[in-house]
């Protein structure tokens, strides 16, 4: 059983600011609501931003440098605010702030927190069960932090003793780069990296062991292993990643050799994300790569994404893209894609664009202000019943057999290799994360995009960033359905008109205030 409690970084940065207070050394208590979700033999806790649970002094019937109390009348308004809120998680934050690292439960805590449980159990559930005008029925997952200067520890107080606690493992700030913290209390190892030295040794000069070993721990779905993908998933190994999701329903045809890393003509015919996993176990001893041999929208996929700290992906169309946007929003998990696309005239021209999703911090591809989809294409694909994208999406290569196959496969090398340094990037902090980036081989355009040159956070009416923002397994992720005949027709057609339009999914926004010269985004 492995535990993971994911959190927001600009509601962990509020929780620090207000319990790690050194012109106030007293012990504090707060609360934040949560959500659980279990993904096989892993619990994960998703605590989205919200407004957290502070007191004054004066909601405390006793504070000092090393207990704290609070008013019963003041926890009950706490637990009547849980109880009409669809939360099933609470947890209880205090501080050791008097220590600079190290810190664990102490005795009070455990007798605080076991009273805590029992309260939880024997009287609160019950009275949901018995009072639906109070709040809906559910069982609730009570949860502890105790931060101290530098660190911090914590735990689930199990419902099956009352002494019994569940040792967080890992607790992810999810921000602008990424941050795994180790509970002082967890089982996790804290040792050595799991990369070999000798493969990484030239790694050694420029990324530090702490962001080796966040990789090799960080387990990465990957959607889409075809010509961008089987280069990500070869690029992801080299650069640290040993443990990997990898989802695609296509197999290996013999158009895509001409862009599929590694690919040769016996592999004809073959799942391309079984034939990735073998080629990078075979690269990396002690790798761990799932094999998702089916759709994004199916049932494995969806409990496999559920495993998973991180997505990438090398897609083909914008329904998996608006999919794995939600999914990043409700399950707080950072999303990475890339695409490129190969206009075939009136003149040739090469462009490519990566994004990036971080929950809370960046804005997603439904508030974005730079167009990254076609959403008419996307509420086709969603309103109509079908099993496929409505139409194939810009992102990936149009295709025309007068364009040769080594400029495909060179476009497909170019984005990789900027995803994979933006992905580096995002583990070892060297600079502000890329939220966007797109090229013009024809136009001489390349623009990268950070919160340095250009901000683009939330939207407040953006349904995925409010609504959906951390809801976990409680709302269904968008998915076509359909039958086989109607989902033909209507992908000839949208084929049909993308060959009449040479017109991509994601067509420059006229009024793009990134675009000044040429008046045209990827």
């Not at 024997?122 to 530098?150: K, N, S, Y």
């Not at 015919?269 to 761990?288: C, S, V, Y």
């Not at 939600?326 to 090469?350: I, T």
Request: overall charge negative.
């Amino acid at each position: 059983m492995n535990t993971t409690l994911r959190i927001c970084a600009a509601l962990f940065e509020t929780l620090k600011r207000y319990h790690l207070d050194k012109d106030l050394p007293v012990e504090k208590l707060s609360y934040v609501f949560g959500r659980r979700v279990q993904a096989g033999d892993r619990t994960i806790l998703l605590i989205p931003n919200q407004a957290p649970v502070l007191f004054a002094p004066d909601c405390f019937v006793h504070q000092s440098g090393g207990h704290v109390s609070l008013d019963p009348a003041v926890f009950n308004a706490v637990l009547v605010e849980f109880a009409a809120s669809d939360w099933d998680v609470i947890v209880n934050v205090h501080d050791h702030w008097f220590s600079h690292g190290g810190t664990r439960f102490s005795a009070v805590d455990d007798a605080d927190d076991v009273a805590f449980g029992r309260y939880l159990r024997e009287r609160f559930e019950p009275m949901l069960a018995h009072h639906p005008e109070i709040g809906a029925a559910r069982a609730v997952t009570l949860a502890a932090l105790v931060l101290d200067q530098t660190g911090l520890d914590g735990r689930i107080v199990s419902a099956e003793g009352a002494t019994s606690f569940l040792p967080i493992d890992t607790v992810q700030v999810i921000g602008e780069h990424a941050r795994r913290m180790v509970p002082n209390g967890s089982r996790t190892e804290h040792g050595a990296p799991a990369a070999p030295d000798e493969v990484h040794a030239r790694h050694a000069d420029f990324i530090a062991p702490e962001t080796v070993r966040a990789l090799a721990h960080t387990r990465i779905a990957l959607v889409g292993c075809g010509g961008l993908g089987s280069i990500i998933g070869e690029g992801l190994v080299r650069l640290g990643a040993r443990c990997l999701v990898l989802v695609d329903d296509d197999r290996v045809d013999v158009t895509n050799l001409n862009r599929w890393q590694g690919g040769r003509m016996q592999d004809v015919g073959r799942h391309k994300a079984q034939l990735l996993a073998e080629r990078l176990t075979d690269f990396i001893t002690g790798a761990e790569v799932e094999v998702v041999a089916g759709s994004l929208h199916s049932e494995q996929a969806r409990l496999a994404l559920r495993r998973c700290d991180l997505l990438i992906g090398g897609l083909d169309n914008d329904v998996a893209r608006v999919t794995l946007n939600r999914y990043a929003a409700q399950y707080l998990v950072p999303y990475f894609d890339a695409g490129v696309r190969v206009q075939a005239g009136p003149c040739v021209d090469f462009q490519s664009r990566y994004f990036s999703v971080l929950p809370g911090t960046t804005g997603c591809l439904e508030c974005t202000r730079t167009n990254l989809i076609d959403r008419e294409a996307v509420t086709l694909a969603l309103h109509d019943p079908l099993t496929r994208t409505a139409r194939k999406a810009a992102g990936y290569v149009a295709d025309a057999p007068e364009l040769s196959a080594p400029s495909v496969y060179a476009l497909n090398l170019r984005i990789s290799s900027l995803l994979l340094t933006e992905l580096l990037n995002y583990f070892a902090g060297y600079r502000r994360t890329a939220t966007t980036y797109y090229d013009s081989w024809r136009n001489d355009l390349a623009r990268r995009f950070d919160g340095d040159s250009f901000e683009d956070r939330p939207a407040e009416d953006c349904p995925v960033c409010s609504y959906y923002h951390g809801r976990g397994d409680s709302e269904p992720l968008p998915a076509p359905g359909g039958d086989a005949e109607r989902i033909d027709r209507v992908l000839a057609q949208a084929d049909a008109f993308a060959r009449d339009n040479n017109n991509a999914p994601t067509a420059p926004a006229h009024d793009c205030a990134l675009c000044a010269t040429p008046p045209q985004c990827l």
